[in-house]
């Protein structure tokens, strides 16, 4: 498929084909062909994914101490003030607070899969 059209405009007017149009359709190709051969660097940050585990009858700790993240931390990022009771499920804070449980699932997501890839760089470091 990388060459086709290098290949097809040869075989319309082989006798005629000037080199102008020999050249233009060599650039094509190989332009179709870098386009199609782009890998990208950082193929590990898209193989680290990590899914948030909630339950919209948890309070906010139980999510916490579930993902294995910090209470103070979700709280800072929802805006949740400190002082506020922890026997609230996370359902009756969403609706207090204005958040909604999929910003919570990535708020934990973020946070997670930015600590994995960390601890996978420095893995790679030490092994160097």
């Keep these: 498929m ?6 097809f405009a040869l075989q319309l ?21 870098s386009c199609n051969s782009n890998v990208q660097e950082n193929s590990n940050e898209e193989q680290i994914s990590y899914v948030a585990k909630i339950d ?6 139980q999510i916490a101490k579930l ?28 609706k207090r607070f204005k958040f909604t449980i999929d910003e919570l699932r990535q708020v ?11 601890r996978s760089k420095k893995a790679k470091s030490e092994n160097k």
């Design 13 to 33: 007017n082989p006798d005629i084909m000037s080199v102008k149009s020999f050249i233009i359709a060599l650039l094509v190709s190989v332009s179709i062909i």
């Design 67 to 94: 993902n294995n993240i910090g209470e103070p931390y979700l709280r800072s990022k929802l805006d949740i003030p400190k002082n506020i009771g922890r026997k609230y499920t996370i359902i009756e804070m969403s």
């Design 56 to 61: 919209t009858t948890m309070t906010l700790a």
């Design 2 to 7: 990388k060459f086709d059209l290098l290949i």
């Design 108 to 118: 934990i997501e973020e946070r997670k899969n930015k600590q994995a890839l960390r």
